[in-house]
């Protein structure tokens, strides 16, 4: 019998009326305060649960209203915490709060919140833990102060980061087209706003197989893609055909190029339709 209640109690389509009846039935707390369904008021006396675990389904539940979470932002536990410090819903004074959470955890997902303020960006990308800052890095609110600071950092990866980020402004770019580590490098190749002058200052003796790597990443823009698809080299051509990312349009024009590999790789893409068996 319990089974079954913890079974209607995560149900999306349970009715709120019995969702609210379930969530005080022992041992369905927790199911009944993750169900996105959930009547607010339920959710709302779901949070002042004693039970840790009922309160963090509460904090990670999407139709969890703001007056909600700001109770929680309070919590005494810092999984709770760091559940609210992500959701859509936390207002901006919250996550500014949470920023200075005292628990590296809470930082770590506040960090990672693309609603996080800039300020608080700012000062989550001079925090001592390595992975908190590379986070900042790239997160696309960060304010150019921040991807500044990281962008000088002696981690390479924090530089890649930046590197790779769509906000980054363009005159850093350039900086970090001088970069000597060739993973900053490609990260430059591949973001969607790299400026002409920044290609310039890409090593010519590496463009190969540094465009080759910028078509193959996930995070190179659609635009960037497109470009590397006319490469005179295969190489770079079959790592666009290789890309999931890759538009439907450029794959169509790479079922079609001189190398049998390039035109392999295109047919077997994902953005293609799948034929009718």
């Known amino acids: 019998m319990h089974s079954v209640r913890r079974a209607a109690a995560v149900n999306l389509a349970t009715p709120p009326s019995t969702l609210e009846v379930l969530a005080s039935e022992l041992g369905c707390g927790p199911q009944v305060a993750g169900n996105p369904s959930t009547p607010v008021m339920v959710l709302r006396e779901l949070a002042s649960s004693t039970d840790a675990r009922v309160r963090e389904r509460v904090a990670g539940n999407a139709s969890t209203l703001a007056d909600v979470m700001e109770g929680l932002a309070l919590d005494p536990e810092a999984g709770v915490r760091a559940l609210v410090g992500v959701h859509e819903n936390a207002s901006i004074a919250i996550l500014e709060r949470l920023a200075k959470d005292g628990d590296l955890s809470v930082q770590a997902a506040v960090v990672t919140n693309v609603r996080t303020p800039g300020a608080a960006l700012h000062e989550l990308a001079q925090v001592a833990d390595e992975s908190?800052?590379?986070?900042?890095?790239?997160?696309?609110?960060?304010?150019a102060s921040a991807l500044e600071i990281l962008a000088a950092s002696p981690d390479p990866w924090h530089r890649r980061?930046?590197?790779?980020?769509?906000?980054?402004?363009?005159?850093?770019?350039?900086v970090l087209a001088l970069d000597l580590h060739a993973a900053v490098q490609s990260g430059v190749a591949g973001n969607?706003?790299?400026?002409?002058?920044?290609?310039h200052l890409l090593s010519a003796d590496a463009e190969v197989w540094l465009w080759a790597d910028a078509a193959r990443n996930p995070h190179t823009g659609s635009e960037a893609l497109e470009g590397f698809a006319s490469s005179r080299d295969a190489y770079v051509r079959l790592a666009v055909a290789e890309n999931s990312n890759t538009p439907l349009a450029t794959v169509l024009s790479l079922l079609y190029d001189e190398v049998a590999l390039v035109r392999a790789a295109a047919a077997v893409h994902p953005a293609l339709p799948a034929l009718p068996v």
């Open 192 to 199: 969607p706003n790299i400026p002409e002058a920044a290609r």
């Open 132 to 143: 908190v800052r590379l986070a900042a890095a790239k997160n696309p609110s960060a304010p």
């Open 161 to 174: 980061a930046v590197a790779i980020n769509p906000s980054t402004p363009p005159l850093l770019l350039e």
